[in-house]
């Protein structure tokens, strides 16, 4: 079956012409498997855990499996290590406010410039504990300075919290050189993968990473948080949760009731990245899923990113196009135009992007494209093709060379 046509949103028209969907870095498409497996749990298995009846049984099984999909998906080494929440920032505020609770006053966390403020915000909330938080300076092309994280990593160091991916330009950051700096001093490392798992296999267990953090949302899912810990380490925490809550991983970060049929959800994005690939199991289904979604959207964005180089009014910011790894994500400024207003230009011609910070705001001030209303941003997916770019490209020729 056709990508494309897994996707009923795909089928919407803005004025007369198809929608161009290039708001896939604040958000997804979902394919019909995943609406179908929400819907089917709300009309047969819709019920509470750990009751005695069908319903209930089911949304235990659910919920287990999906925690062993996700295992898989991000290289983890049980389910035990997979936490749900309601979202990315909601978990790493409670995970922040956690490993507060074992910091002493003078311990110190490095965060940076590049970072999505959902990685950001929770952890220079604990300046008020008396926790010193640096921050790792952004280079002028989107790039983090592993220079001034080697200066600033020092023997007070207790966590490392940094993207993976940058959301606003899709820089990859060197996780596994940093991985090497945290070694030294035994700090923990903390990933947002948010951005980097819809584009890349993640591996958790390669890079060695103490946490990672994702949201289902950007990979074809519902609304649905997720967290890897490493085995043993949400244990040693002090989270904030009731004394009816189970207390051990991975249920001891997971306040009230859960989304379970946004769970649902989650398990069948996961199958529609496998049904992707191929290979005797779900690990070589989703490897060979990724490597074909990552092929596929690298030939378009260089096309997309060729074609915005040749309108003149364009100035694209973050590291070369062709510089890789990277995700398929471009943010950039139009010389006669706020980004709000090339936004809807291209909203009146269906094509979908976004302006702003993105919640990169951090970085969007250090370039000084605040003041102008952020960037332009277009990313691509699994489900977008050439002639969604020669679209964009047209119309942008148009209206900005």
């Known amino acids: 079956m056709n990508i494309r046509d897994q996707f009923p949103s795909l089928k919407r028209k803005i004025n007369g012409k198809s929608v161009v969907y290039l708001d896939g870095p604040a958000g997804t498409q979902v394919p019909q498997r995943v609406i179908d497996a929400i819907s089917d749990y709300y009309k047969t298995s819709n019920a509470n855990t750990h009751g005695q009846f069908a319903s209930s049984h089911e949304t235990d099984q659910m919920i ?8 898989v998906f991000l290289g983890a080494e049980s389910a035990d290590c997979i936490s749900f929440g309601q979202n990315m920032t909601t978990l790493n505020y409670s995970l922040s406010r956690a490993i507060g609770r074992v910091l002493q006053p003078g311990d110190e966390i490095l965060i940076t410039q590049l970072d999505h403020e959902a990685n950001r915000g929770p952890w220079l909330a604990l300046r008020e504990n008396g926790v010193v938080v640096r921050e790792v300076r952004m280079q002028p092309n989107g790039t983090l300075d592993y220079d001034d994280m080697a200066n600033k990593l020092n023997e007070r160091t207790r966590l490392v919290a940094m993207g993976y991916a940058s959301n606003l330009f899709g820089t990859v950051n060197e996780v596994e050189k940093v991985r090497d700096m945290t070694y030294q001093n035994g700090s923990w ?28 949302y950007k990979f074809y899912g519902p609304h649905v948080g997720i967290l890897y810990a490493r085995p043993g380490l949400l244990d ?31 398990g069948a994005a996961i199958d529609f990245i496998a049904s ?48 890789w790894p990277r995700c398929p994500t ?39 494209q605040i003041m ?11 489900y977008s093709n050439l002639e969604d770019v020669e679209r964009t490209i047209e119309v942008m020729k148009k209206n900005y060379d």
């Open 236 to 266: 040693s925490l002090p989270t904030d949760r009731l004394r009816t809550q189970e207390q051990h991983a991975p249920y001891s970060i997971e306040t009230g009731t859960l989304n379970h049929a946004a769970i649902t959800g989650v």
């Open 276 to 323: 992707l690939g191929n290979g005797p199991n779900l690990s070589a289904h989703l490897l060979t899923g990724m490597a074909f979604i990552h092929h596929h959207e690298k030939e378009l964005f260089h096309r997309l990113v060729s074609g915005l180089l040749n309108v003149r009014q364009v100035k694209i910011y973050g590291p070369s196009y062709d510089t």
């Open 372 to 382: 102008f209303g952020g960037f332009v941003r277009m990313g691509l997916a699994a």
């Open 330 to 368: 471009v943010s950039f400024s139009v010389e006669s135009s706020t980004a709000s207003r090339v936004c809807r230009t291209l909203a009146n011609e269906g094509i979908f992007a976004w302006d702003g910070h993105f919640y990169a705001i951090r970085a969007t001030e250090v370039l000084g």
């Open 189 to 216: 490392l903390l990933l947002d993968a948010v951005h980097a798992a819809p584009h890349m296999t993640m591996d958790v267990g390669a890079v060695d990473c103490d946490f990672l953090l994702c949201s289902a």
């Open 64 to 71: 287990q499996e999906v925690r062993n999909k996700l295992a």
